[in-house]
């Protein structure tokens, strides 16, 4: 028990490490490049710190345990379970950090578009991701259209976000870099070389965290007597979503709303849509009630902030209730 308690949270450490290396880097990327802060925050941000709960899935369907079912198990809990986990967890976390200074009333300010275009895109996508799962297994030719078609949209909300990039920095939204680059700090360069070697040593230990983490959730899934795929959906998100909610806090207490938000919303169309797809060809893909559960309450947290979308922002209180959705899941799931 304590072995298997230890070595999650050694590659809690590493897979935290590993993204503070990648998001560094990508943060310089995007201010060399010139591109705003939304394609930084909902692109380059966004997908850096969402390849831990990516790898999760790819790496349990394609090079697992030797029991394919827990391999499935783990790979839908992760793939589900991480748009769960931002929508509500993360959006409350986040607004929690801020609420002593801007009061429940208050608002987070992210720029208006990008966060109604990340929006929109995610709740298409997720609802196609829903109803693949009341296709039968057998139809692969069915699944196989659903699963381009998630791929598409996601090709089609890169296009759209790049192409208003230029406008943005225009409008003052360009990315600026927070923090020196981490490899300049031991006498580097902080030159281009230097940042795409940043990122490589990032993703080597994104990859080397998740292979360990796979190892460590079917262990504890033994010990505790429940099910991989629970476990995954709770266990995992809260796990590699951590990046994106510690880089939210520390972006929205710096003021920079639309870095902390798009980082957020930018991770939910990628894991909307790209990982769904991949996960409707290569597991069973049934609505099982810990996954509909999930789902339904993804899909509403995720509504609910686009119902709340202004072009003055998001108020705190609205963000807190995202919180109480993701507590309403475990009630739910924890209470069978």
């Known amino acids: 028990m304590s072995g298997i308690l230890a070595e999650l949270l050694l590659m809690l450490f590493v897979i935290l490490l590993a993204s503070e290396l990648f998001t560094n880097a990508l943060e310089h990327l995007g201010e060399r490049l010139g591109i705003s802060e939304g394609v930084t925050g909902s692109l380059f941000a966004a997908v850096g710190t969402a390849l831990p709960e990516t790898l999760v899935p790819l790496l349990a369907l394609l090079a697992g345990t030797a029991q394919v079912?827990?391999?499935?198990?783990i790979g839908v809990g992760a793939i589900?379970?991480?748009?769960?986990?931002?929508?509500?967890?993360?959006?409350?976390?986040?607004?929690?950090?801020?609420?002593?200074?801007?009061?429940?009333?208050?608002?987070?300010?992210?720029?208006?578009?990008?966060?109604?275009?990340?929006?929109?895109?995610?709740?298409?996508?997720?609802?196609?991701?829903?109803?693949?799962?009341?296709?039968?297994?057998?139809?692969?030719?069915?699944?196989?259209?659903?699963?381009?078609?998630?791929?598409?949209?996601?090709?089609?909300y890169l296009l759209l976000t790049l192409r208003a990039s230029a406008r943005l920095v225009e409008a003052g939204h360009g990315t600026e870099a927070g923090e020196p680059m981490l490899l300049a700090r031991i006498g580097l360069p902080e030159s281009l070389p230097t940042i795409l070697l940043q990122l490589g040593a990032g993703l080597a230990l994104l990859v080397f965290g998740a292979k360990g983490f796979i190892r460590g959730v079917e262990g504890a899934a033994q010990i505790f007597g429940i099910s991989a795929l629970l476990l995954s959906l709770l266990i995992i998100p809260i796990a590699t979503e951590l990046p994106e909610k510690v880089n939210s806090i520390l972006w929205v207490r710096r003021g920079k709303d639309t870095l902390a938000m798009g980082n957020i919303t930018g991770a939910m169309v990628f894991q909307g849509t790209l990982l769904p797809a991949i996960g409707i060809m290569l597991t069973p893909w049934q609505p099982r009630i810990e996954v509909l559960t999930g789902v339904v309450v993804t899909l509403i947290a995720v509504a609910w902030l686009r119902f709340q979308a202004r072009s003055g922002g998001l108020r705190i209180w609205a963000l807190l209730v995202n919180g109480g959705l993701y507590l309403c899941f475990l009630a739910i799931t924890l209470g069978r």
């Open 69 to 73: 079912n827990v391999n499935e198990e």
């Open 80 to 156: 589900l379970g991480a748009p769960l986990m931002l929508s509500t967890l993360s959006v409350c976390l986040m607004a929690l950090s801020v609420l002593g200074r801007r009061g429940a009333t208050g608002r987070v300010r992210p720029e208006h578009g990008g966060l109604v275009r990340d929006l929109d895109f995610f709740l298409a996508a997720f609802a196609l991701a829903a109803a693949a799962m009341f296709i039968p297994h057998q139809a692969r030719y069915v699944r196989g259209a659903l699963s381009f078609a998630l791929v598409l949209i996601y090709f089609v």
